[in-house]
């Protein structure tokens, strides 16, 4: 079955209904600064971040968690995170959670698999990347995995400072995907698109990076930021308010059989 929360947050953290049975793969997440709660006046707005949070099973096992803000808690912003959840999953599937984790700037970690991770695919069920206690402009998020090693970016342009993430994540048997695969963008402004396999689409990381394309690299408020993986397209967003700054990004994603 298909879940999809989608609405509006006067600021900080928002919890709705989760259905809490199943295995609730990733398939799409995205986040936008708006100026009040409706679709009249998305607005041309941006802020500095603190925390972006998917939180699916949390705080309570039919809840879910989100969050995109600043240290304020109150600006307003859009929200439409999508997961595939295998209500009769493959046994073999097995969850982790890595708990909360320090990093500055970019981090390498070793994280719980099952043995041997060659024979599974990493798919990402909802992460938390949070600056501690402040917030930042920003120039690089992501999360990639590579045989039991998963990096986190979550940095602005000096990579000097310390942030909390936590993933929750699954390794899926390999058996159980049509297809994986991996897409690249550079030179993008505020969103790019490219055509995949039709079917059932999940999320198995993200990376986005501003570069001085087209502007002089300075760091950036953020706008927007979201992987979206319709049938049959992955569409990604990441911007500012003025939609001017180049970027290059990753999207790493499978089609389940």
């Not at 006067?10 to 409706?38: E, H, I, K, W």
């Not at 879910?64 to 997961?83: Q, R, T």
């Amino acid at each position: 079955m298909n879940n999809v929360e989608e609405g509006f947050s006067p600021g900080g953290l928002t919890v709705r209904a989760f259905p809490s049975d199943g295995v609730p793969l990733l398939d799409s997440f995205y986040f936008m600064y708006t100026q009040c709660q409706n679709f009249s006046c998305f607005g041309q707005v941006d802020h500095n971040i603190t925390q972006i949070l998917i939180a699916p099973n949390f705080p309570e096992p039919n809840q879910i968690e989100l969050g995109f803000h600043d240290v304020n808690l109150d600006d307003d912003y859009y929200f439409n995170v999508a997961h595939h959840i295998l209500t009769d999953p493959d046994p073999r599937i097995e969850r982790f959670d890595t708990g909360l984790d320090l990093g500055v700037g970019s981090v390498t970690r070793g994280i719980s698999t099952p043995s041997p991770v060659s024979d599974f695919v990493f798919v990402l069920l909802g992460f938390q990347l949070a600056f501690r206690g402040v917030d930042h402009f920003i120039n690089e998020i992501g999360i990639i995995e590579n045989d039991g090693e998963v990096t986190v970016h979550y940095a602005d342009k000096n990579f000097d400072d310390t942030f909390l993430f936590r993933l929750r994540y699954a390794y899926v048997p390999i058996d159980l995907f049509s297809r994986l695969g991996e897409l690249h963008g550079t030179r993008a402004r505020s969103f790019d698109r490219r055509f995949i396999e039709s079917g059932m689409s999940v999320i198995r990381g993200f990376h986005f990076d501003f570069k001085p394309y087209f502007t002089n690299g300075e760091d950036h408020r953020i706008k927007q930021i979201g992987v979206l993986t319709r049938d049959g397209e992955v569409e990604v967003a990441y911007a500012d308010k003025n939609d001017d700054d180049g970027f290059d990004w990753v999207v790493r994603y499978g089609i389940l059989s």
